[in-house]
């Protein structure tokens, strides 16, 4: 469902906000991009056929409110906070990590947007 370069675009969104101790920024990168390898799956499992081919095409798109959210990004985000396989990251952590990653999903959903 998500092309590698898209799976590194939200790892690097992610490792931005992240800061694991002992771990170097590249050792970071390779963990988060190894849990986001099950992506694919839990959205599969989460969005419609339209909502999945919003992600990567600027001409389709989902509507949003005027805060920019939708009534999905609760229900993914949930769905990644059970699903996404994030190790030993605390509760805070992950949830965190959800956020990012549902907000960079919906953000690339709109109209004219891409990730």
């Known amino acids: 469902m998500l ?9 690097d969104k992610i490792n931005a906000s992240v800061d694991l101790p002992f771990l170097g920024e590249e050792m ?32 389709k798109g ?25 190790g030993s990251l605390n509760q805070a952590l992950g949830g965190g990590i959800s956020k990012i990653i549902t907000d960079t999903l919906i953000g690339a959903m709109a109209k004219g947007s891409k990730l």
């Open 62 to 86: 989902i509507e949003l409110d005027a805060k920019g959210k939708t009534s999905l990004q609760n229900d993914l985000m949930g769905q990644l906070m059970q699903k996404l396989p994030l």
């Open 3 to 11: 092309s590698q370069q898209q799976i590194s675009s939200i790892a």
């Open 28 to 59: 970071e990168k390779t963990l988060i991009t190894s849990a986001l390898g099950s992506l694919g799956p839990i959205l599969a499992g989460v969005l419609s056929q339209n909502q999945a081919a919003a992600i990567s095409d600027p001409n």
